[in-house]
């Protein structure tokens, strides 16, 4: 969270890089006054040395353009914790309902909880709306333990072929986030994962994503 006396002290660039609209720089004004939050994000090369890189979505119907920020040290005022599935839930539509009761019960069953993250998150958080007929269901799944990882993947894929909605979301292992479709791929064809994390991305092989021992096998 950024306190609204500080949001003046904010800068940064907008993506596509175009002039804003009216309504679109009248949002993004008052976002910091409407006490909305903005998310840590991987730092371009050309940007201010010791600054905090954040961003935030404008909503589907301002353009979903994607603004990118610039936070002097100090003017963070808290950071969230990650928003479980279950919290999210009020905020989702209705016929996602029942898939997400699957999703809690393939927790359950793997003892991971997902956080959201995406349209549903934004939504949750700010009260806009950023959720339409085309959204995706986007979750990240905290795996440790490599033990886990088989069933949750063939869990996702069953849920994902009868879901209202397209299952999306990332894996997140000791080496960084992996899309869980590519990882569920790389069962069948082997080789390197796009990996990411706050710092870089790259390309791994599949079997150095928790500590050298084969994931998929």
């Known amino acids: ?49 010791g600054a905090v890189a954040v961003g935030l979505p404008l909503p589907p119907s301002l353009g979903k353009l994607r603004v990118a920020l610039f936070l002097p040290l100090g003017t963070v005022s808290r950071r969230r914790a990650a928003v479980p599935l279950a919290e999210a839930r009020a905020s989702a539509p209705r016929d996602w309902h029942d898939t997400i009761a699957q999703l809690d019960l393939l927790g359950d069953a793997t003892g991971l909880r997902p956080a959201v993250f995406g349209a549903l998150l934004w939504q949750h958080l700010t009260g806009l709306p950023y959720l339409h007929s085309g959204s995706d269901l986007d979750l990240l799944w905290p795996v440790d333990e490599e033990a886990v990882l088989l069933a949750l993947l063939n869990g996702l894929r069953r849920l994902d072929e009868c879901a209202p909605m397209r299952l999306d979301g990332e894996i997140l292992t000791p080496a960084g986030a992996v899309s869980w479709r590519e990882l569920d791929l790389a069962r069948f064809r082997g080789g390197s994962v796009l990996v ?22």
């Open 1 to 49: 969270m950024v306190p609204a006396d500080a949001w003046a002290q904010v800068s940064g660039t907008w993506a596509p890089s175009r002039p804003p609209s009216e309504p679109q720089a009248a949002m993004v004004a008052g976002w910091g006054a409407s006490r909305r939050p903005v998310i840590a994000r991987r730092p371009g090369l050309l940007e201010p040395a």
């Open 196 to 217: 990411k994390s706050l710092t870089r991305a790259e390309l791994l092989p599949v079997e150095r994503l928790y500590e050298g021992k084969q994931v998929l096998c």
